[in-house]
Nanobody, 115 residues
């Protein structure tokens, strides 16, 4: 069993920055890929950014150049630094760890960007 605890969400004005964190804990395990998803009201959950165990990253086109995903394997933690935030970034953000045969999700943290 793996638990993912998120923090860092909040209210910010357009153009501002926010940093989300997600820490994994539980039984002894090793983590491969980790990612951040988001879901706006009435919308499908979408992948925002992913990072492999070796640190290779992938970003949704809508956040490229603005968001940075990073990780610390020793701390089993993944961060999402969000810069130049836009109102369309408003959503609940979830961290995700696919660990066969399960798929683990954080509790979700609200990010609201005002104009």
């Amino acid at each position: 069993q793996v638990q993912l605890v998120e923090s860092g969400g909040g209210l910010v004005q357009a153009g501002g920055s926010l940093r989300l964190s997600c820490a994994a804990s539980g039984s002894s395990f090793s983590i491969g890929a980790m990612g951040w998803y988001r879901q706006a009201p009435g919308k499908q959950r979408e992948l925002v950014a992913g990072i492999t165990s070796l640190g290779y990253t992938n970003y949704a086109d809508s956040v490229k150049g603005r968001f940075i995903i990073s990780r610390d394997n020793a701390k089993k933690t993944v961060w999402l630094l969000m810069n130049s935030l836009k109102p369309e970034d408003t959503a609940v953000y979830y961290c995700n760890v696919p660990l066969y045969p399960n798929n683990y999700w954080g509790q979700g943290t609200q990010v609201t960007v005002s104009s």
